[in-house]
């Protein structure tokens, strides 16, 4: 699913009043936005916590857009240990939503203990519609 279907697919969920107390019964949809390894991981504490990074495990993403380097820069980290960032291809779209008060859910989707240190844990992001 390229990114104009899930915001169309996103939209008619709002239209047709997903989210509702009325709709609260169905099952919430999940729907994956984004995979990609983790931007700059050697430089962080990413290769100190490689061992304890399974796969599922639940990451947090912060928006920083006062970094200096890049406006949309989205921040990765396990448990308060910052491990790298989304990488620029990948962060536009996951920063505004996130800035927009949007919640997303990021995990590990696999971790290769013998990669190169920017390609050890692949991540996914997703957004939970109920």
């Known amino acids: ?3 104009r279907t899930f915001f169309k697919q996103t939209a008619l969920l709002a239209v047709l009043g997903i989210g509702t107390p009325a709709a609260a019964e169905t099952k919430p ?4 936005m984004n995979r990609f390894s983790i931007a700059g991981f050697q430089y962080y504490s990413g290769p100190d916590l490689i061992d ?3 796969p599922g495990a639940a990451l947090d993403l912060t928006a920083e857009p006062d970094n200096r380097h890049d ?11 910052k491990l790298g960032y989304v990488p620029r ?9 996130l800035r927009q008060g949007v919640s997303l859910r990021a995990k590990v989707l696999e971790r290769e203990m013998n990669s190169a240190p920017w390609q050890m844990v692949k991540v996914e992001v997703g957004l939970e519609v109920v």
Do not use: E, K, T
């Not at 291809?89 to 939503?97: A, Q």
């Open 29 to 32: 949809q999940n729907f994956r």
């Open 1 to 3: 699913m390229n990114r």
């Open 71 to 81: 406006y949309y820069a989205v921040r990765i980290a396990w448990h308060g240990n």
């Open 89 to 97: 291809s990948d962060n536009r779209h996951i920063s505004r939503l």
């Open 52 to 54: 304890r990074l399974s």
